[in-house]
């Protein structure tokens, strides 16, 4: 209950920050549960221009540490595949960033398998 009020919270925060016009075409679609390790898979980002999504981990705190980056071009980009140069098992959260401002967000939690 904890972790999941935390996320609402952050991801809440990171969409006040964007405002709400960025919101309109630009958006990540991705699986909400995933068997995270050493990447994510989003199956379409959609950009209005060209940009990047960051895929940080999320803690107790709100966004943790940057695990990835994968750069996006403007419209869709299918079957997107964010790697890290570290191994998680903590919960993330996708961040796609267009013209120096945060335009869509994610979360996406580890699978419990």
């Given at each position: 209950?904890?972790?999941?009020?935390?996320?609402?919270?952050?991801?809440?925060?990171?969409?006040i920050?964007?405002?709400?016009?960025?919101?309109?075409?630009?958006?990540?679609?991705?699986?909400?549960?995933?068997?995270?390790?050493?990447?994510?898979?989003?199956?379409?980002?959609r950009?209005?221009?060209?940009?990047?999504?960051?895929?940080?981990?999320?803690?107790?705190?709100?966004?943790?540490?940057?695990?990835?980056?994968?750069?996006?071009?403007?419209?869709?980009?299918?079957?997107?595949?964010?790697?890290?140069?570290?191994?998680?098992?903590?919960?993330?959260?996708?961040?796609?960033t267009?013209?120096?401002?945060?335009?869509?967000?994610?979360?996406?939690?580890?699978?419990?398998?």
């Amino acid at each position: 209950m904890f972790n999941t009020s935390v996320k609402t919270l952050a991801a809440a925060a990171v969409l006040i920050a964007a405002g709400s016009s960025a919101f309109a075409s630009d958006h990540i679609f991705a699986d909400r549960s995933q068997d995270l390790k050493s990447y994510v898979e989003l199956d379409l980002v959609r950009a209005s221009t060209d940009g990047v999504v960051d895929i940080y981990e999320l803690t107790a705190n709100g966004q943790g540490k940057l695990l990835g980056t994968q750069a996006v071009h403007a419209g869709a980009n299918q079957n997107v595949r964010v790697s890290f140069d570290t191994i998680t098992n903590q919960d993330v959260i996708a961040v796609l960033t267009t013209n120096g401002s945060v335009a869509a967000t994610q979360d996406i939690d580890v699978s419990v398998n």
